[in-house]
């Protein structure tokens, strides 16, 4: 058995994140998240129908 | 916002950070992949010991892909798995420590039963059982003493430290008959008796969930 860590890249990262953070998904999964990124609003986040709304 | 919406503006929004921390994860991948070296052998040791095979062959392609996303989630078959760029090199140890107890249990588990692997993935209650076990096995020092998250109670969902069933910690009930009996047997009856238990397991999953934050 071997194992490496490696940085796993932005892209990687986003899709994960995605992945917790789709509708549908409980606190239990999202929470952490926006935990970590307390500028990144989630009411405001899941709430603004474009991009043009938000202004972290 | 729509997926690619927030696909896009995440995006953006990681690939700054990145730049701000490049200097920061070259120095967490060498702390975490020293930190690691230094007790590779001591938990090859103690999960050839807990599983009874020889691990020499195996895994030997294990990536931990270290990622902003502060949630781990392992890939099965592809080998890899994540951790939180913030995490010292001993929660890293304690991360990849709990992944590596689910590729060694699911490798053990369908040489013997053969099932299929979508099975063991949520919410399926092998999944939940996978989850469950990683407590007991950490309960060796050679590993849950080098896991940080063990000391903490936090070396697995925080609801499984809650569970009780006939009144005894499911944990603590687990852990006994993984004493008791060779693995592949634990793994029949630990399945066995959340077979008889599902629907208790189940909604103290979803009790705990729905309350949580």
């Known amino acids: 058995m071997r194992l490496k860590f490696v940085f796993g890249g932005v892209e990687h990262s986003v899709n994960t994140i995605m992945e917790f953070i789709k509708d549908g998904n409980t606190n239990f999964w999202n929470e952490p998240f926006f935990h970590f990124y307390p500028d990144i609003e989630k009411d405001r986040f899941f709430q603004c129908q474009t991009m043009k709304n938000i202004n972290f | ?213």
């Open chain 2, 1 to 213: 916002m729509s997926d690619d919406e927030k696909h896009k503006f995440l995006t953006n929004y990681f690939s700054a950070l990145y730049k701000k921390n490049k200097s920061l994860l070259r120095e967490k991948l060498l702390k975490y992949n020293s930190y690691w070296q230094k007790y590779e052998s001591q938990i090859v040791t103690a999960l050839q010991e807990a599983f009874g095979i020889n691990l020499d062959d195996v895994f030997s392609d294990l990536v931990c892909y270290t990622s902003f996303c502060p949630v781990c989630p392992r890939y099965l078959d592809r080998n890899c798995f994540n951790n939180f760029y913030l995490e010292s090199e001993k929660g890293a140890l304690g991360t990849a420590l709990h992944e590596i107890i689910h590729f060694v249990w699911f490798h053990v588990w369908h040489e013997t039963f053969r099932d299929d692997y979508v099975e063991y993935e949520t919410p399926h209650l092998k999944w939940i059982l996978s989850e469950m076990v990683v407590e007991p096995i950490m309960r060796d020092d050679r590993l849950g003493g080098i896991n940080p998250y063990y000391a903490d109670k936090s070396c697995v969902y925080f609801y499984f430290y809650t569970m009780k069933i006939d009144g005894k910690s499911i944990l603590d009930t687990l852990y006994k008959m993984l004493k008791s009996m060779p693995m592949c047997d634990f793994m029949k009856a630990g399945y066995k008796y959340c077979v008889e238990h599902e629907a208790e397991i189940r909604k103290h999953i979803e009790d705990s969930e729905n309350t949580f934050g």
